[in-house]
């Protein structure tokens, strides 16, 4: 996934049903919530949401809601007149005024006060909304797109999230799958990536990546998903001193280095570190001998059962039937305990 250019890159089987449902939601006129781990690509597919609906000729409107402190995001969302608080010197939109007749996308929802989730409810059931120090209403025509990392339903039981929002707001939920389920994507990523930066430097071809490299690419978990695998790569390219041979050495923590205050000389990233043999060992091996470093029992068997059910989710284009069978599970046993791992869609 490629911001600049707005290309979707993928060909995974999980990666593929996702950008599948965003795309059938795109003409209706309903709210999408887009689920999904940091650097999947949330914003990529608001993007497809607006551009692939009736409204793509009008705004396409992005509001963090994690950037601004809770005292300013009502004032940005609805807007406000002047003198309706300290600094207000003049009346301003908020950014469902500026959205009308478009797509307003809210990034990371799960950060709203219970206040602004409770005006957002007003303008999604009403289509009005009043700006601060205003009593009048503003008619407003806009389709809310909505994204975050957390599991909104958890956040109700909780109280931190109102139910009859996330009601409104859940007419589709696409999730967006980790990198680490996204069989052969990597490899197609990786190269997409080294090529671009090849380019950018001016390189005369693209020798690819190297054995090493290519395998501990592969074998990384990627937390931080796209967005990491694309600075690994752009940094391994950039660093890389012979433009003739393939790119054969990844740093996946840039802070790395030997000369750490108080912190002991670190191998280089290609040597035999518990971090790399942990990544280069198979993912899901059910050898005992090769999980390493296990200091709670309880912890590391349930992320172990949790890595399996996703793989075997992604692998079955997440179908639940063909997944219990796979596993050789009930369907309620499998419905069991994808809930337990807060893996239910």
Known sequence: MERDSHQFIGQSSAFLDAVERASRAAPLN???????????GKELIAERLHRLSS???????TMNCAALPETLIEAELFGHEAGAFTGATRARE?????ADGGTLFLDELGTLSMGAQERLLRAVEYGEVTRIGSSRPVRVDVRIVAATNEH??????????????????CFEVVTLPPLRVREGDVEVLSDYFGRRMAAELGWDGWPGFGEVAQR??????????????????????????DPSQPVDYIQFD???SPWRTGIAASAPTNAPTTREKEATEPRFSTDLSQMVDVTDFREATEKYEKAVLEQALAKCRYNQR??????NLSYDQLRHTLKKHDLLS
């Open 152 to 169: 909104l339903p958890n956040m109700v039981e909780a109280g931190k999230f109102r139910a009859d929002l996330l009601d409104r707001l």
């Open 216 to 241: 501990a690419m592969e074998n990384h978990l990627w937390p931080g998903n796209v967005r990491e695998l694309r600075n690994v790569v752009e940094r391994a390219v950039y660093r890389w001193a």
């Open 94 to 98: 908020g950014r469902f005024e500026e």
């Open 322 to 327: 063909q997944t219990a069978k796979a596993l």
């Open 254 to 256: 840039p802070f790395d």
């Open 55 to 61: 409204r793509w000729d009008g705004p396409l409107v």
């Open 30 to 40: 309903r709210p999408v919530l887009v689920v999904g781990e940091r650097g999947t």
